[in-house]
């Protein structure tokens, strides 16, 4: 069964940094894409920044140049760097993993990141 679990979300002050993490479990990772998603109150889910099998990365523009999303394979672990944090970034991060084999996406349960001005 495929399962993600997130970590690493906290409260943080604006210019601080946060490190996320993503453990799969189930299927093959490494032909998986994987992402990073957020959600803030009364706004729609957006996509953060996303990885891809072979390693090409994707960020939203509110978020290039402060965020870098990596994974590593052998852990079937994917994060989330997160420097400068601003209290716009705070939201629930959510992991998406979009399987190679049909197509689906699953989602973590989500971690919560706040940043104070």
């Known amino acids: 069964q495929v399962q993600l679990v997130e970590s690493g979300g906290g409260l943080v002050q604006a210019g601080g940094s946060l490190r996320l993490s993503c453990a799969a479990s189930?299927?093959?990772?490494?032909?998986?894409?994987m992402g990073w998603y957020r959600q803030a109150p009364g706004k729609q889910r957006e996509l953060v920044a996303r990885?891809?099998?072979?390693?090409?990365?994707n960020y939203a523009d509110s978020v290039r140049g402060r965020f870098t999303i990596s994974r590593d394979n052998a852990k079937n672990t994917v994060y989330l760097q997160m420097n400068s944090l601003k209290p716009e970034d705070t939201a629930v991060y959510y992991c998406n993993r979009e399987r190679r084999f049909d197509g689906r996406a699953f989602w973590g349960q989500g971690t919560q990141v706040t940043v104070s001005s």
């Open positions: 990885i891809t099998s072979g390693g090409s990365t």
């Open positions: 189930g299927g093959t990772f490494n032909i998986d894409a």
